[in-house]
């Protein structure tokens, strides 16, 4: 369970990998040691075990960037898959934020894994009290009968939401993508509590390795309460110590140092849509006068934009609430929404706070994130604490956009094939827009019509919930919309090429690769013979870009009097990161260590040697590459400083060496993102 570090400023979460006997848990983390840099993770710690296998856990700690502007690390633990031991295992499932479920690939140790999968996940969600996400790693793909990924899938019976890796743990192939994926994972949760709840919300025990060690040495001794059957059948292991027992809860540890207590809310009411009662919706005015405008995001513009939402004459949309499929609205049942003249007043039950300081606090969270969303974000936008009934409201603000399912129904009603066609292809524009925010922010949009909106060339995102997980939802979204007109062959042939135009256009190959999207396509199984024909065809021409070679910068030799010259000459707009010393504090990332580089390369001058990417500028120093694009230009320093810090967190992830450096440019305010890399050297 993830707790706040309040001495370091840091949260901590717990990742599980969990398994059956000899499935390769503790060779997946006794391989992160390679993954992970010395700088980034603690030294692998086993407290015991046994010809080879883990008697109690093996821990490992990694330091994983940020989230919610907030340092992450995460606790790596792996459990003993001996049945025996299976009242260990039940105490260190009862701490995970994630869960990396470990079985092998042949068909009976997909087998051994599957009904005990169930009961697993039964007992990791009652003991955290939400659900837990899960990723499996269909582990040992060398073995002549390995079954694929998404056959480990289909057996298991796993949604769309629950990813299958595959790997050669003993190997290390696999390894680092599983990890970023639980990693990802618990950056995604930890993000929503954070929005709802604030720090309050991350309550979990702190603890350390021998702490652990020590009060699972007491469990052993006190364990007297059972749970139903054992989690997994373990039969045929060939250990002499295997034999069946009953697992057991986790007992209390003497040494757990507990945070505040989540905030008080509104329990989200269970409604159908038809029986919303707008009785218990909180009247946007408050009951108390004049709203604070201390409470007031952003103090420039949204003071005003309150106002003016709330003296416009204005109706509740409970029809555009628990709608589900492709009816243009939201599935949240807890959603409250307004429509007011020409803004929409969004709260949600969610989102109503005992006290004022709680409220304060989701509003600086939900701002940090509406901060992210940079472009994506729509340029009216306002959040408000407003006060009704005795609680604390956190509302959105924002003009009246006609989302895109609103227009893919109206044009459906209308059997308005071209309206219909022009909105798909902005759809695929978003989607493009989505691939390269994750791609270069580490941002998941929740693609969804109804989140989105396509105005003057320009998408933006409706919603409040951001995610940082892979991009198959992404991929997901765009195949629902090939099912959903698979009887207008036109539109949908149309939107296949708008898709693949749109992704040439802002992403490039190597992104392509990054993100896995041909491996991501080919997980969807189409239900229509027409989705399933542009589904073949969008892997040919998505694998064929992939494919593509990406252009190096030139290292050619240049005679450096000409090249300075000629650099001078053709230099672009982006303010190269020179000065340093007039950079502002968090404009430079990591600190000391980047402006220590930016006074080194003050004494050579930057060499324009071309781009890889449309509209990338690149420059080489020293033995540096400076790099930027248009995509990395702000209109203002929250969102540049916002960009560095998700830029900054991938960096850690990829345990990498770059350098960031956020450059304003004076003439128009807008502000550049570099990175500063060492240049790759041939041999």
Known sequence: MAYYDSAEDRIVVTIVYDGVGNAGKSTNVRELCNVFTPMRRSELYVPEARKGRTLYFDWLQVESGLVGGYRLR?????????????????????????????????????????????????????????????????????????????????????????????????????????????????????????????????????????????????????????????????????????????????????????????????????????????????????????????????????????????????????????????????????????????????????????????????????????????????????????????????????????????????????????????????????????????????ILIDLHPSNVAYVDGRSLYLDDDLGTGGAYPLVHAVMQRFEEFSQWPDVTSTFAKSIARAVRQELAPSQLRDLGLGSLFSRYQPRHEAARRHHEALLSQLGAYESEPTAQPSSAPLDEQAAQTASRATRPGPPLPRSVDDLPSGFVWPGGIGRDLLRRLADFEPLLSGSHVANDVTYTADAYVLSTSRTHCFSGADDGRAALLLRARQVVADAGETVLVLVPEPEDGTHWLWSIDKRETST
């Open 74 to 442: 995460c606790q790596v633990l792996s459990v003993p898959g001996q049945l025996v031991l299976g009242h260990r295992r039940a105490h260190l499932l009862g701490f995970a934020d994630v869960v990396v479920m470990v079985c092998e690939s042949s068909p009976r140790g997909v087998d051994r894994v599957k009904d005990g999968f169930a009961r697993t996940r039964r007992f990791v969600d009652a003991r955290a009290q939400r659900r837990v996400p899960f990723i499996v790693q269909a582990n040992k793909q060398d073995q002549p009968n390995a079954l694929s990924s998404a056959e480990v899938a289909r057996r298991l019976g796993l949604d769309h939401d629950t990813p299958v890796v595959s790997a050669r743990a003993s190997e290390s192939v696999g390894v680092r993508e599983t990890a970023a994926l639980a990693i990802r994972a618990a950056a995604d949760s930890i993000q929503k509590v954070l929005l709802t709840q604030g720090l309050a919300g991350i309550s979990g025990p702190s603890f350390s390795p021998k702490s652990l060690y020590s009060a699972m040495q007491s469990s052993d001794d006190s364990a007297n309460t059972s749970i139903e059957g054992p989690l997994f059948d373990d039969e045929g292991l060939g250990d002499p110590d295997a034999f069946e027992t009953t697992t057991i809860p986790p007992t209390p540890m003497e040494e757990r140092v507990t945070t505040p207590s989540t905030p008080s809310t509104i329990a989200e009411p269970s409604m159908e849509r038809e029986g919303v009662s707008l009785a218990a919706w909180p009247n946007p005015s408050g009951d108390s006068g004049p709203f604070d405008e201390a409470h007031v995001w952003p103090r420039a513009g949204g003071v005003a934009m309150v106002a003016d939402a709330l003296s416009s004459a204005r109706r509740p949309r409970a029809d555009l609430v628990g709608r589900t499929g492709t009816s243009n609205g939201s599935g949240k049942t807890g959603l409250i929404l307004f429509q007011a003249g020409r803004y929409c007043l969004k709260t949600g039950q969610s989102r109503a706070y005992a006290t004022e300081g709680e409220a304060v606090a989701a509003l600086q969270a939900l701002s940090r994130t509406k901060e992210l969303l940079g472009d994506w974000l729509p340029p009216e936008t306002a959040l408000a604490i407003l006060y009704d009934r005795g609680r604390f409201w956190l509302w959105t603000v924002t003009y009246w956009h006609q989302t895109l399912r609103a227009r893919l129904d109206a044009a459906e009603q209308a059997r308005d094939e071209q309206e219909a066609s022009q909105v798909l292809e902005e759809f695929a524009h978003c989607f493009a827009r989505s691939l390269r925010t994750l791609a270069e922010r580490n």
